[in-house]
């Protein structure tokens, strides 16, 4: 049995025959929120999607109609079985930038040249929500279970998604790209990765212009020691290179 969000779907009235999805939207085994819901508990499905369902009504569980504010706006739906193998089909669809790829000598992998994303449209990353995307660094091998193919899309998109390529990515594939995806920064003002930040706090140390000019003697990730007296110290907090060379004279 699914949960879908009642708004995002035409639904007859009399809760019978085919739901239409009205936009992208995701099937899930909960009715909690879609960017809170893990990867094996909700399924994408594409704006236009026409479903048959054998059962559809409102949410008889408790516990899920008072999730949130919007649990009691979802429908429970079960799924014809020829619907539930076009859901997972459809689940295993992505969206590459092709330009940023290149074939292995291995069948069905590919290989990331730059930073990019796996996306659920051809349309910019950074357009797409976190739950949409997942990202990988370059280098990175992706497994595809078909041949990559142009996405599908209407006519008055097909020159900007020329450059897409859609792949199908196993629920397998897709935890291990999801679980080794780099760290989204807060803002662009700081490296995703603990090697590159502990760089940059460091360079605020030693820095002769701006800085101390004091190369810590300690590890920067090191623990303090219990016996050392504390010291509380109210420093700038933006980004290290506007403020951490302040910061560092602090600490110093």
Wanted: hydrophobic share 30%; proline share 7%; glycine share 6%.
């Amino acid at each position: 049995m699914w949960y879908a969000y009642n708004p995002h779907w035409h639904i007859p009235d009399d809760y019978s025959g085919t739901l239409l999805a009205t936009t992208k939207t995701h099937l899930k085994r909960k009715t909690t929120l879609s960017w809170e819901t893990e990867d094996d508990d909700r399924s994408y499905v594409k704006e236009g999607t026409q479903l048959r369902a054998t059962h559809v009504s409102g949410v008889s569980c408790a516990q899920e109609r008072s999730r949130h504010d919007g649990s009691a706006h979802h429908v429970e739906v079960v799924l014809t079985p020829r619907s539930e193998e076009l859901v997972r089909e459809m689940d295993m669809r992505w969206i590459v930038y092709w330009d940023h790829f290149r074939r292995s000598h291995e069948p069905g992998v590919f290989i990331a040249c730059s930073d990019t994303c796996l996306k659920r449209s051809w349309l910019r990353s950074q357009t797409q929500p976190a739950h949409e995307k997942i990202a990988l660094c370059a280098g990175e091998q992706v497994t595809s279970e078909s041949e990559p193919c142009l996405p599908r899309c209407i006519a008055a998109d097909a020159h900007q998604a020329a450059n897409h390529r859609e792949v199908l990515i196993s629920r397998k594939e897709r935890s291990r790209l999801r679980n080794k995806q780099p760290r989204c920064p807060l803002c662009k003002y700081f490296v995703p990765d603990r090697d590159g930040l502990l760089r940059d706090i460091h360079g605020c140390f030693t820095d002769r212009t701006f800085g101390p000019n004091w190369p810590p003697c300690e590890p920067l990730d090191c623990e303090v020691p219990l016996h050392v007296p504390q010291l509380a110290l109210l420093v700038p907090h933006g980004g290290y290179c506007n403020s951490g060379y302040v910061a560092a004279h602090g600490f110093r």
